[in-house]
């Protein structure tokens, strides 16, 4: 299946992973009422190419949408999920929360990770959300490991969202990560116990799951790539792309030091 992969391979991983972790240190500090999403794009495509890197997200094909993806981020605000696209005409304002994802293609091989950021003063409730996902991935990082499964994982997941009766988006999933952006297998951010693929070390995988603070239901928007919540509740976003080993997992995105 292609999904353990050998030491060299692992050391570009992790080459191609420092990248995204350096940019979503940088948009730490960037993101701040005023400034635009594209404005945070620009920062983020240079980046990448100055260390002789490829946004992985730019002209990226979907089927059933017309057009590629035209960013090298997805920046999503508030009410959005997922694979909104940075305009100038799209301001941060005080209060938002900005999810922004990023993926890197360097030396041939793929780092992807997303973090959500308060612009200014963020309220109680999407503070508390961006503290629960983030928990949630926290949770799945610390049960994966070498023959643990995806629905260990999917579970560690969903026990942190639904006991804080947070929606949990369920359409989109994390996945395998590699000489591809998107590989074999799927990693829902749900799932029963003991079930589904076997972890091995070796295998590479980007756990990212996306919370709401309302019900499921997720709609696309007129742009054909954001995914926006159904009931215009708010969202966070959390994503690491890891190695799996024996005792654990090494994170090859590391955006939070
Ligand atoms: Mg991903």
Request: proline share 5%; net charge negative.
């Amino acid at each position: 299946m292609g999904l353990v992969k050998k030491e060299h391979e692992i050391l570009h991983m992790r080459r191609a992973g420092k990248v995204v972790g350096d940019v979503l240190r940088k948009m730490r500090e960037l993101v701040r009422p005023g400034v635009t999403t594209l404005e945070l794009d620009e920062t983020a495509e240079r980046m990448i190419r100055n260390e002789g890197g490829v946004p992985a997200f730019k002209g990226y094909r979907v089927p059933g949408i017309p057009s590629p993806f035209p960013g090298t981020l997805c920046v999503s605000i508030n009410e959005e999920i997922v694979h909104g696209i940075p305009t100038k005409e799209r301001v941060v304002q005080e209060g938002d929360i900005v999810s922004i994802d990023v993926g890197v293609e360097l030396e041939g091989y793929f780092g992807d990770a997303a973090c959500t950021y308060g612009a200014g003063e963020v309220s109680p409730l999407r503070k508390k959300l961006m503290r629960v996902t983030l928990d949630s991935l926290h949770a799945a990082l610390s049960v994966a490991r070498s023959g643990k499964t995806l629905g260990d994982i999917g579970h560690a997941v969903e026990t942190v969202v639904l006991s804080e009766n947070f929606g949990l988006v369920r359409n989109y999933a994390g996945h395998g990560i590699g000489k591809k952006l998107h590989e074999f297998p799927q990693v829902p951010n749900y799932g029963k116990p003991h079930t589904g693929v076997t972890l091995k070390s070796g295998m590479t995988i980007a756990i990212e799951p996306m919370v709401m603070t309302g019900g499921e239901e997720v709609l696309a928007k007129d742009d054909r790539w954001t995914v926006v919540t159904a009931d215009g509740s708010d969202a966070a976003h959390f994503e690491h792309s890891v190695l799996i080993c024996e005792e654990g997992v090494e994170v090859l995105t590391p955006w939070e030091e």
